[in-house]
């Protein structure tokens, strides 16, 4: 009898709009919860037959949540460094524990802070996830997610770091006379040839000792210089302390000429510097300019003067901040002023991120609806930058959730009409006994 289709039509109609209901329930609940992707509920038909015949049997309705993962959230600000937000695609990894027995989750809830034994964690307990780098701020990419680490940076707290870096600004006078004769290498640092400008630097080795190298200059043409780096002779391998000698030319305008197609020259190399103490090194990289710049090393008519100079490494004392990059590079600054570079983090991005799995906390989970995750640092193929100091908010619109609040209840109350209708009608076919 189609009275009993209709009665089950309605019995659908009052599960749809229930689900659909409690969608809204949800949505409205984490209307401040931090990176939260609302749910929209659309409707389908049921159909019991679909020819057309002279009765009808009603098949009633069901309702098919969609999780709008993909909707990009507003970035509000935020006053920890550590509160993370991506704008544009993709997602932070984290795992729920910590090692490889962890559930890899990934998440736009970034409310990090660290935790007691200062590892990043969200306040759903997720742990960030990063590539950690070595001393040249390098890491690895496999592309899977068992290369990453927790992210934690206290583990540098009382450790040293090599000097890797040196920049340096400084003016060489034009007017200077030209000495006569050639210099060889090793003159500057012997003494045989006296430096028209020089400048001593304090790098450190891997221990944190402090070494002092010196930086001499000499004029041996019109726009021509020798330049030397040595050091103590007791302290490096190097023959005489030596590190490195070499031409230095500049254009007619005073700027550098850094180009080896037209000259090489040792100083424009970085340095590998063996200690005699058996501390390790790394190389040191020579910032004194680049091709016909005014950023490193000038010659002009002013006195022979360093301008700026910048020199890392060195020990490491307490973490005074944590600072992150838009492009995901994890920094600890410590209190002596030195700032490392310690993790990269990667964001994650899906060929269908609307089909990932939803878990409790936020977070999300690899589905066949979704494909398979690609990992890779932030801004590049197709992943979204991350933005310090800020939260992604909640998608959820409050005036769009009532206004889906009042059609459900009323499409809930019409489908509760047609069961009491029908039980009116069947009660009218038991009378007929009567």
Do not use: C
């Not at 630097?201 to 002092?212: E, F, P, R």
């Not at 391998?237 to 007619?252: D, H, K, M, Q, W």
């Not at 930058?385 to 959820?396: C, D, F, G, H, Q």
């Amino acid at each position: 009898m189609s009275l009993y289709s209709a009665l089950y039509a309605g019995v659908s109609g009052l599960s749809a709009e229930s689900a659909a209901m409690a969608a809204v329930a949800d949505n409205i609940t984490n209307i401040n919860t931090v990176g939260y992707k609302g749910t929209d509920t659309q409707f389908s038909t049921l159909v019991t037959d679909g020819r057309a015949t002279t009765t009808y049997s009603a098949g009633g309705v069901s309702a098919m949540p969609q999780a709008l993962i993909s909707k990009q959230g507003l970035l509000q600000a935020s006053s920890s460094a550590t509160d993370l937000g991506i704008e544009g695609g993709g997602f932070f990894v984290t795992r729920t524990g910590l090692g490889s027995g962890g559930a890899v989750a990934f998440t736009r809830a970034g409310s990090f802070t660290p935790d007691a034994a200062a590892f990043l964690r969200n306040t759903a307990g997720f742990y960030l996830q990063g590539w950690r780098l070595d001393s040249s701020g390098k890491f690895n990419n496999t592309g899977n997610v068992a290369a990453l680490e927790p992210v934690r940076v206290s583990d540098l707290t009382g450790t040293a770091m090599a000097t890797n870096s040196i920049d340096l600004r400084a003016n060489l006078q034009s007017s200077a006379a030209a000495v006569t004769g050639p210099v060889n290498r090793g003159d500057l640092a012997n003494g045989t040839v006296t430096p028209q400008f020089t400048r001593a630097l304090t790098v450190y080795d891997a221990q944190g000792g402090s070494h002092q190298v010196t930086m001499g200059f000499v004029k041996t043409a019109a726009n021509t210089w020798h330049g030397e780096i040595y050091a103590n002779p007791s302290e490096v391998t190097a023959p005489n302390g030596v590190l490195a000698s070499g031409e230095i030319r500049f254009n007619a305008d005073g700027s550098i000429v850094n180009d080896p197609s037209v000259y090489t020259s040792e100083m424009f190399s970085p340095l590998k510097i063996s200690w005699t103490n058996g501390a390790g090194s790394d190389p040191i990289t020579l910032g004194i300019g680049t091709n016909g710049s005014l950023s490193g090393l000038t010659q002009f008519g002013s006195d022979s003067a360093l301008i700026t100079s910048s020199v890392n490494g060195g020990m490491l004392g307490n973490i005074a901040s944590v600072q992150v990059s838009d492009t995901g590079t994890v920094s600890a600054v410590f209190e002596n002023g030195i700032a490392r570079k310690v993790f990269q983090l990667p964001v994650a991005t899906f060929p269908n991120p609307d089909g990932l799995t939803r878990m409790s906390g936020n977070g999300f989970l690899m589905s066949n609806s979704s494909g398979n995750y690609a990992i890779n640092t932030p801004g590049t193929l197709g992943a979204g930058s991350i933005r310090s100091s800020m939260l992604e908010a909640s998608t959820v619109d409050l005036a769009q959730e009532f206004s889906n609040m009042i059609r459900f209840q009323r499409a809930y109350s019409a489908s509760s009409k047609i069961i009491t209708t029908v039980d009116d009608m069947l009660q009218e076919v038991s009378n007929l006994k009567r």
